[in-house]
């Protein structure tokens, strides 16, 4: 299977504990993009690499969530102490720019639930 | 900043009949992409779109981009059970950075 891949599927945490989910992107993308997504609403955008730069970053983005990307293939979003409001589905996408044009591909995400 | 409404919010069809739904904007956008996402599971793209006029087709699907660029349509003929779930549609600016996401459309079809 050559899509992206997001572990882990399912991650039960207490308030206050730090997580951090890897995100395994299609070989050859270049982007890297990070959404959240609670019940009923759309993916809300985090934050996006290029290879390995940090390009954005949302409002969003508390100082308690950092992620990375080391030389531009996987990445990590880590959640410090985390709070009961962060619960939610955590989205990984990929994505290749070719001529302006850009499709996102997205792994199955990994549900947050912060007890 | 960049919002993206969708319409309807939610549709009840007989299986066999049409559909179509709508994304609109009150930003430019020169991409719409068009997903479809199941429960617990991550959006799957559908349809991308790129240019003013342009009409795309996915087997049943068939989207839109505005003349306007401010908004997409979603179009799926003969609905069929397995095109239960949430339709997004996501759009992305003239600077190439993040895509914004609408609030999705709940699409039930009754057989």
């Known amino acids: 299977d050559t899509g992206v891949s997001q572990n882990p599927r399912h991650k039960i945490t207490k308030r206050g504990q730090n997580v951090t989910f890897r995100c395994d992107p299609i070989?050859?993308?270049?982007?890297l993009y990070w959404y959240r997504q609670t019940l009923g609403q759309g993916p809300e955008f985090l934050t996006y690499f290029q290879n390995e730069a940090q390009l954005e970053k949302s409002r969003l983005l508390s100082d308690r969530f950092s992620a990375e990307r080391p030389k531009g293939s996987f990445s990590t979003l880590e959640i410090q102490r985390t709070e009961q409001g962060d619960s939610a589905m955590y989205l990984c996408a990929s994505s290749l720019q070719v001529w302006g044009h850009e499709k996102l591909f997205f792994g199955s995400g990994t549900q947050l639930s912060v007890l | 900043g960049q919002q993206l409404n969708q319409s309807p919010q939610s549709m009840f069809i007989q299986e066999g009949e049409d559909v179509s739904m709508n994304c609109t904007s009150s930003s430019i956008f020169n991409t719409w992409l068009w997903y479809k996402q199941d429960p617990g599971e991550g959006p799957v793209l559908l349809i991308a779109?790129?240019?003013?006029?342009e009409l795309t087709s996915n087997g049943r699907l068939t989207a839109q981009f505005g003349i306007t660029r401010k908004d997409s349509f979603l179009n799926i003929s003969a609905s069929i059970p397995s095109d239960v779930g949430i339709y997004f549609c996501a759009g992305q600016d003239n600077y190439g950075q993040n895509f914004v996401f609408g609030p999705g459309t709940r699409l039930s079809v009754l057989p």
């Open positions: 070989s050859e993308h270049n982007r």
């Open positions: 779109l790129y240019k003013a006029g």
